[in-house]
DNA sequence: TTATTATTGAAAACGATTTCTATTATCGTT
DNA sequence: AACGATAATAGAAATCGTTTTCAATAATAA
């Protein structure tokens, strides 16, 4: 059994990127970050929003979005489109690449990695003389709770 | 060498759906429908409406939206966002399911199957217990143009 | 400290969707 | 075929989530 399942992020991440790039330290970048780390995976800029406002009463909610962008430059967060109308915010700090699995009744995201497929992408590329730079493989439909008994946790 | 690469897309394709459908046959739809048929795959919704104010110049462009939608829940377009800010209609009456190579330097779209990565997909699926509807895989980078001779045909 | 910039929050703009009322396609009746 | 009732649809305007613009502010370096 296994303790510390997910390494501690070290609060200097944040610091060594804006430094790195000549950028300013700001308390609501700090803040941000503190709150995107807390909180669970995939989250939305308004559940961000919401609980940053506890701290940072004065913040406005094009600073969060500007923000998140940045930690998607630093590749510290990734933005994902999963279909209900809201960008959600993928850490990806400390979890290399993965994809997605998205039950379209009750929300849920599962991640999963598969190097197989990675594999036969570039294979897929490579004939059509094309260098992959990112890709995005999602896919939706039911998962197991809510196949089997239909109801599911949302609407 | 083959004549008539693309079937010829029924008139009759849209009044189909419409009336199994119990909807109305309107002006608008008819000339959108016949608009999209003969435009460009992976076409915006301005772009098609550009093309439609020439023959019903009163028409809004929620109607655009609105008719594409209709499209898609007749299973004769797909709505995709390939990260340029814009959804692109892609005419799925002719053709079966496909994914997609996307240049982030000149905006080429190519389309490919590989049914070895559409098998490698359930199988993931159903170690999830999860039961696909559909999917999304989409490959970012470059084309063979863009990488060979770097300059691009956009910006 | 001051000067130099990057960053902030408010407001405007964007692409897309929704709401609302006037219009119109369809259907049952002549 | 023409009518009238009725329910769906159209276009305008409001709204949504997100991005951009811009003047005021604040972090950094001199
Ligand atoms: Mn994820
Ligand atoms: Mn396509
Ligand atoms: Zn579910
Ligand atoms: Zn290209």
Redesign the interface.
Known sequence: MRINMRAPVQPTLLKTQITRNHLRFTRQRQEIFKVFVGMARHVTAEEIYREVLKKESRIGLSTIYRTLGLFCRFGLAEAR?FGDGHTRYDPVYDKHHHDH?I??QCGEI?E?E?Q??ER??EQ??RR?????????????????DC?DHGSGKRG
Chains 1, 2 share one sequence.
């Open positions: 489109q699995l039950c379209t599962t999963f598969n197989h497929i036969l992408q897929v590329a059509h003389r094309f260098v992959i730079r990112r890709h995005k493989l999602e896919l939706y439909g039911l998962c197991a196949h």
